[in-house]
């Protein structure tokens, strides 16, 4: 395959200063139907204050066009376990995510979207926002011109949303991704416009248009994983989890007419791993005494029960800001690239 180095034209210099943000070494990339960006960011200027998040966010624009890439987050001690107990960080899909403790003086960032005809042209920009106190959004700085987009290239790694390809030595590759389906009380019946689901749906459908769309990829399976939460009896969790998962299948069969052979499924009635990741990082006044529970032998049932009974200003912290989030559906679609391109 011929290999065409881009040519790009940065401002002034190697080195450009996007409100405190130092940017080096800015590579733009394209091959076919993806484009990577490609850059080293200095991080010392993220410095986010007390209960704040910084989120730095790079933007392709020409004209009405923009498509925002793979986000940065920076987070405070308690921003961090906040975000982590929702499941979803900051800028609300998959990002580079740091502690104020742990981020990297430089980050050798990297991310791939789908190419489009206006992206020609296209000039970069990083966006710097501030998030307050459980997710209010400041904006801080405005932003600053980087470089354009001038010709084509190559790429080989893809990133589609809330997804990530797991690149393998073979010829196969892999997007793994997590939607959040809800589903109304006790029903395992899909309605894609109950509360976020046609958001959510979205980002399953947009891993799997990324694959089916390309002529040169063949879907060797899809693999979906459902879980509920461990509220209510264990008997009907196993009914919801197995239920609910088997109405995604059925939802991307009949979206795809995708045969039931490629499919694999798994469901987990109550998500217990899931409950005791977000107690461990959260302040609850039992955090100990819950932790305890969780990891002794009794059933699930009497798990909750007593949860429930001896902790009920917990459990109803739990019911808030934990269990919803631990119904959720994992999914990955393998693919074959084709040998002969």
Known sequence: MKRILLSIVILAASVVWVQAQNI???????????????????????????????VLTPELRHGRYSQALKAVGVYSYNQWYYYKRTGIMASGGDEYSFRKSSVPSVLEYEATIPYRSWMDGAKLYLIRDSKGCCGNARKEQSEDYLAFFQDDTTVDTVYVDRTIVVEKESRTRSINGRAFVDFPLNDINIDPQYHSNNTELGYLRASIDSVSSNSTWTIRKIWIKGY??????YENNVRLAEGRTKAIR????????????LMEVEYEPENWEGLRSFVEASSLPHRSEIIEIIDGDREPDEKEWMIK????????TLLEQCLPFLRRTDYRIDYDINENN
């Open 309 to 316: 009974s001896r902790y009920p200003s917990d459990w109803k």
């Open 24 to 54: 080096q070494e800015i590579e733009l990339k394209r091959q076919g139907d993806w484009m990577s960006v490609k850059m080293n960011i200095d991080m010392e200027g993220a410095n986010p204050r007390s209960n704040e998040t910084i």
């Open 250 to 261: 059925d939802y991307v069969c009949s979206l795809y007419h995708i045969d039931d052979s």
């Open 228 to 233: 509920a939460s461990p509220e209510g009896p």
